[in-house]
């Protein structure tokens, strides 16, 4: 049986045999032993999305990994990092320093801010988690076309990806083309990209998309 490792757009964490091309966390989740999450879906405010591969280093997933024996950190994965920034997670300072720095930097510009570090990044980002889903900022189908590449909207409980001013289906395999319905003028779609992580994406931050995003062709969409 696959691991429960895998977040969706909406920040649940899910099992699934479909992989992902990013990796992160929010602390320590799980049982080693049992390789089991606990009931917290959270330890720590800063939520990160980090590269699969770095400097050679290996882990059990899930597993022992600390030097002290202690679980470490849960390893969680995402289809890519357009999902990732919608489930409230930003660039790893450690192993994407780069893009770090330049999600910072379009974090503070989208914000208003005068810098943005990595403490106050996820201060304002653990706010925005918390908004229950209701509360959330909405637009109609027609103001897609307004909004960033890798901004995620939401359809009922169907997430929606933003590329090109079109929207795409997402699953935990790819994107596929989005329900006809979804761009119509009078169609209400929620915002699942935090607000304040939106901002960073209109003031020019790039997030990787997963391959499908641009041809729409996943190998196995779901709802």
Not at 32 to 56: D, H, M, Q, Y
Not at 60 to 84: C, H, I, K, Q
Not at 113 to 129: F, G, K
Not at 162 to 189: E, H, K, M, N
Request: net charge positive; charged share 20%; glycine share 8%.
């Amino acid at each position: 049986m696959p691991l429960q490792n895998r977040v969706d757009p909406f920040g649940q964490i899910r099992a699934t045999a479909a992989r992902g091309l990013f990796t992160g966390n929010r602390g320590i989740l799980h049982d080693p032993e049992t390789r089991t999450l606990t009931a917290k879906r959270w330890t720590t405010k800063a939520w990160i999305v980090c590269s699969c591969a770095f400097g050679g280093r290996r882990r059990v997933v899930m597993g022992r990994n600390a030097p002290s024996g202690n679980a470490g950190w849960t390893e969680l994965f995402f289809l890519d990092e357009a999902t990732a920034l919608a489930a409230g997670h930003r660039p790893c300072f450690f192993c994407r320093r780069e893009e770090a720095t330049t999600f910072a930097s379009c974090f503070a510009a989208g914000n208003g801010l005068d810098a943005a570090r990595a403490p106050a990044i996820d201060a304002l980002l653990h706010r925005e988690r918390l908004t229950p889903p209701h509360e959330r900022l909405s637009v109609w189908g027609d103001a897609v076309r307004t909004l960033p590449d890798g901004a995620m909207v939401a359809h009922d409980k169907q997430a929606l990806l933003v590329v090109g001013g079109a929207l795409r289906r997402w699953s935990f395999t790819g994107y596929g083309p989005a329900p006809a319905f979804s761009s119509r003028p009078d169609t209400r779609l929620r915002l699942v990209t935090p607000p304040a992580t939106l901002a960073a994406l209109k003031a020019g931050y790039k997030p990787v998309l997963h391959e499908t995003a641009r041809t729409g062709s996943s190998a196995a969409p779901t709802a």
